[in-house]
C-alpha cells in the first residue's frame, strides 16, 4: 500500500471529529468503534450529499474528513473543492472498498491527502495510522497558524508602541535609516517620518560629530563598543544643529543585523514632595465627595478608585525617584483623559481617586476598561528607564443618600483586591451598579443568542435514555448548547434565563425542533429505531394555535411517526395552562408526536395532571433522585409511579449517578434511567446518530 507512514510518536487525539462522507451509516460507525477500541478517544459525523457535508462545515468543527469512493451524491472532487472554498486546511482522504494503486492516484490528483480501506482488519489499522498522521499534520498546522497570528499581533504592538513612545528611535541598516518613529521626525523637524526613511545616517550627523559616529560604529560591529550613551549633534531639517545623548545597540531581526539608535527626551516635569504634582489628598477627595453628596445630579456620577498594580515592585525595579517620576507622568496622562468637570486627587503614593461624571454606566464603564487597556500600551519615560505601568480600578456609582466615608473605604478596599488577585482589571461596584450590571448581562447574552442563532452556533447534545426492561429502541434527551464568539462551549443554564427574559424561547424551540426533524428524516433508513426527546418552553406553550400551524408544516412532506418524536413539557408550565397544554398535546398526539411531562411530582396536583395531560412518559423531578433515601420522597414516587402505570405512562427517572440507586430503581418497576451512570451527553453535528 502507499502511504508515508506516521510519525513515531503521533500526538495525542483528544476532542477530534471526524466527518464520513458515505451511503451507508454502518461505515462511519465501523470507522468510530475501530478508532475508539484502538483507544483513540475520537467521534465520527456521517453525511451522504454534498449538501450535508457543505452544512456540517458551515456549522461546526471537523479535523479530518473522509469521503467514499464513487459516493453519487458528494463526488471526491466536488468534496475537496468545497473543503478548499470553507476550510483550506482541513484533510481529506479517499474512502475505499478495496485499496488500489490506482485509486490512490486518482485521489491524489483530485487534491486528496491520501486513499484508506475498510475492507478487512488489515486496511483497517492502516486506515488509522492514515487518519493518525493526517490529524497530527492537521493540529501542527494549526497550532502554527496560532503562532504565525501571535508572531503578527507582537510586531503589530511593537510598531503601535514604537510609533507612540516619547524616545526618539530610529533603526538603521547598512547605514541607511530603515525605520523611525514620529518622536524622531519631530526632533529633526521633519513633517512625516516618510521624509527621513532611506537617508545615510552619516547625512543627518553634523561634520564634527561624524568622525566620533563612525569610530564607535565600527566598534559596535566588532562587538568591542563601551556600553552607555554617546554624545553627539544631529542636523536638523533646516541645518541647525540638535545635541541629543543617544543609546546605539546592535540588534538582530530574522537573521538580519542592524542598529537601533535611542535617544531618550529631556525630562520636563521633576517631581517634587508631596502634593508637588498639583493634586489634593485624601481629606480634599472626601470633602469633595461629600459636596457631590449633596448637590443634584442627573448623570452617573462615580468615585474612581486607580491603583498600580504592585506598586513595591514598581518602586523597586525602576527605584525610589524615577518610580515617583513614572506616577507623575502618568497623572499627566489621565487629566488628558478627564473632562472639564472631573476631579482628580492623590491619594496614596500610587493610588489616585477621581470623581466623574458620565452619561450613564455604560460610559463610565467605557472610560474604566479603556483606560485599564490603554494605560498600559503607554510608556513613561524617566531620567534611567522607559516604565510601562498596569493599573487596576474600582468605580462607585454613587446615590445622595449614601456617605462619603463608606463610598471611599468600599472602593479602596475594592481596588486593592483586585490588585492583590493580579491586576490589569475594572470593576463597578455599589447597589445602583449590581443592578444594571445585572440587566446590562442580561441584555448582552440575549444579543449573543440572536447572534448565534444567526450564525449557526447552536450545538445540539444528546444523552441516552436507558431502557431497563430490554427495550431495543434507543431512546435520546436533546440538550441545547450554544458555541459563544471565542469558541466556548455554553450550557442551556448559562443562558436559558436570558432567552426567557427577552422573549427568544420561541425562536430557540423552532430552531431545535427543525434540527431534530432533519436528524429523524436521516435516521430513516438506520437498523433501530429512536425516540427522541425535545424540551419545549413556557412561550411556546402559550401559543398552541402558532406552534400547531408551525409543526405541521414542517412535517408536511415526512408526516411523524408514532414514538419518534416526544414533545417535554415541564408539570409546573402544564399546571399554570391547563387549558393551553389540554389542546396543544391533544393536537400533537393527533400529528404522530407522543407527549413527556418533566419535573413530575412537584406540583401540587400531580395525580390530576395525568388525568388532564393524555402523556406517553412521565419524567420524575431530580429532587426525587437527590433524595432518594428520603422515606416521605420515596413513598410519594411510588404512588406516582402506580398512578402512571395505570394509565399505561412510561416513567423516566433523571440524575442517575449510582449504580446502587439504578438497581433499586429497577426493582422499583421503573421503565427508562438517564444520567451520567448511563452516559454523559455528547455534541454532535448533523450526524445521524445521535450518539456522535
Given at each position: ?158 510598531n503601535e508602541l514604537l510609533a507612540s513612545s516619547v524616545d526618539a528611535v530610529a ?347 432533519k436528524l429523524i428524516e436521516k435516521r430513516k433508513s438506520a437498523d433501530v429505531g ?53 389542546s396543544l398535546t391533544k393536537s400533537l398526539r393527533e400529528m404522530g408526536a407522543y ?98
Amino acid at each position: 500500500m502507499v502511504g508515508n507512514p506516521p510519525a513515531q510518536n503521533p500526538a495525542t487525539v483528544t476532542n477530534t471529529v471526524i466527518l464520513v462522507a458515505s451511503d451507508s451509516e454502518n461505515t462511519a460507525k465501523r470507522i468510530e468503534s475501530h478508532m475508539r477500541n484502538a483507544g483513540h478517544p475520537v467521534r465520527v459525523a456521517w453525511a451522504t450529499t454534498i449538501e450535508e457535508i457543505e452544512d456540517a462545515l458551515s456549522e461546526g468543527f471537523f479535523d479530518l474528513l473522509l469521503c467514499a469512493q464513487g459516493l453519487q451524491h458528494a463526488p471526491l472532487p466536488d468534496v475537496v473543492g468545497l473543503c478548499s472554498k470553507l476550510n483550506p486546511d482541513l484533510p481529506v482522504l479517499l474512502l475505499a472498498d478495496q485499496y488500489s494503486d490506482n485509486a490512490t492516484l486518482q485521489a491524489l490528483a483530485s487534491g486528496a491527502r491520501d486513499q484508506v480501506s475498510y475492507e478487512d482488519d488489515r486496511h483497517m489499522r492502516h486506515l488509522e495510522l492514515i487518519c493518525l498522521r493526517e490529524l497530527s499534520n492537521h493540529q501542527n498546522l494549526r497550532e502554527l497558524k496560532t503562532a504565525r497570528a501571535r508572531l503578527q499581533d507582537f510586531e503589530s504592538r511593537h510598531n503601535e508602541l514604537l510609533a507612540s513612545s516619547v524616545d526618539a528611535v530610529a533603526q538603521i541598516q547598512e547605514g541607511i535609516l530603515a525605520t523611525v518613529n514620529p518622536a524622531f521626525a519631530q526632533l529633526l523637524g521633519y513633517a512625516s517620518e516618510e521624509d527621513l526613511i532611506s537617508l545615510p545616517l552619516m547625512d543627518l550627523v553634523s561634520a564634527e560629530s561624524q568622525a566620533k559616529i563612525k569610530e564607535h560604529l565600527k566598534l559596535l560591529n566588532k562587538g568591542k563598543a563601551k556600553k552607555g550613551p554617546v554624545e553627539f549633534n544631529l542636523l536638523k531639517e533646516g541645518g541647525a544643529k540638535a545635541s541629543v545623548v543617544a543609546q546605539i545597540e546592535q540588534n538582530r531581526i530574522n537573521g538580519e543585523t542592524f542598529i537601533e539608535l535611542t535617544i531618550r527626551p529631556e525630562r520636563r516635569t521633576k517631581p517634587g514632595n508631596s502634593g508637588g504634582d498639583g493634586t489634593s489628598g485624601r481629606v480634599a477627595f472626601l470633602d469633595a465627595l461629600g459636596e457631590k453628596l449633596t448637590a443634584p445630579h442627573t448623570q452617573c456620577s462615580a468615585a474612581v478608585f486607580i491603583a498600580v498594580d504592585a506598586h513595591d515592585s514598581f518602586e523597586e525595579r525602576l527605584g525610589f525617584h524615577d518610580a515617583e517620576e513614572a506616577f507623575v507622568h502618568l497623572i499627566e496622562w489621565t487629566r488628558t483623559r478627564l473632562t472639564p468637570q472631573d476631579q482628580l486627587f492623590r491619594v496614596s503614593t500610587g493610588e489616585l481617586a477621581l470623581l466623574v461624571e458620565r452619561k450613564d454606566l455604560a460610559e463610565l464603564e467605557k472610560f474604566c476598561d479603556s483606560y485599564c487597556r490603554e494605560s498600559r500600551q503607554q510608556i513613561f519615560a524617566t531620567k534611567n528607564h522607559e516604565a510601562q505601568v498596569s493599573v487596576s480600578i474600582a468605580a462607585h456609582p454613587y446615590q445622595e443618600t449614601e456617605q462619603a466615608l463608606n463610598i471611599a473605604n468600599e472602593t479602596i478596599r475594592a481596588v486593592r483586591k483586585l490588585v492583590s488577585s493580579g491586576g490589569k482589571q475594572h470593576l463597578i461596584i455599589g447597589a445602583t451598579a449590581q443592578n444594571s450590571v445585572e440587566e446590562r448581562v442580561e441584555s448582552e447574552k440575549a444579543e449573543q443568542i440572536k447572534k448565534a442563532l444567526e450564525e449557526n452556533r447552536m450545538r445540539l447534545s444528546y444523552q441516552s435514555i436507558a431502557s431497563l426492561e430490554g427495550d431495543t429502541r434507543q431512546h435520546y434527551d436533546v440538550l441545547l448548547r450554544m458555541v459563544d464568539e471565542g469558541g466556548t462551549e455554553l450550557t442551556a443554564s448559562d443562558f436559558i434565563h436570558s432567552a426567557e427574559k427577552f422573549g427568544l424561547m420561541r425562536d430557540l424551540d423552532r430552531w431545535v425542533i427543525n434540527r431534530v426533524l432533519k436528524l429523524i428524516e436521516k435516521r430513516k433508513s438506520a437498523d433501530v429505531g429512536s425516540s427522541v426527546f425535545v424540551k419545549v418552553s413556557e412561550e411556546t406553550l402559550k401559543d398552541p394555535e402558532g406552534f400547531i400551524a408551525w409543526l405541521a408544516e414542517a412535517v408536511k412532506a415526512r408526516p411523524l411517526k408514532a414514538d419518534e418524536l416526544v414533545f417535554e413539557f415541564q408539570e409546573l408550565r402544564l399546571q399554570n395552562h391547563i387549558r393551553k397544554a389540554k389542546s396543544l398535546t391533544k393536537s400533537l398526539r393527533e400529528m404522530g408526536a407522543y407527549v413527556a411531562i418533566e419535573h413530575f411530582g412537584v406540583g401540587t396536583g400531580s395525580l390530576q395532571m395525568l388525568e388532564h395531560i393524555p402523556a406517553n412518559y412521565v419524567k420524575f423531578h431530580p429532587d426525587f433522585t437527590r433524595n432518594f433515601n428520603d422515606k416521605e420522597q420515596f413513598k410519594k414516587m411510588s404512588q406516582l409511579m402506580e398512578a402512571a402505570k395505570q394509565r399505561s405512562m412510561k416513567t423516566i427517572v433523571s440524575h442517575v449517578e449510582d449504580a446502587n440507586v439504578m438497581a433499586r430503581l429497577w426493582q422499583m418497576g421503573v421503565n427508562y434511567i438517564q444520567g451520567f451512570q448511563v452516559q454523559e451527553p455528547e455534541v454532535v453535528q448533523l450526524t445521524a446518530d445521535p450518539r456522535g
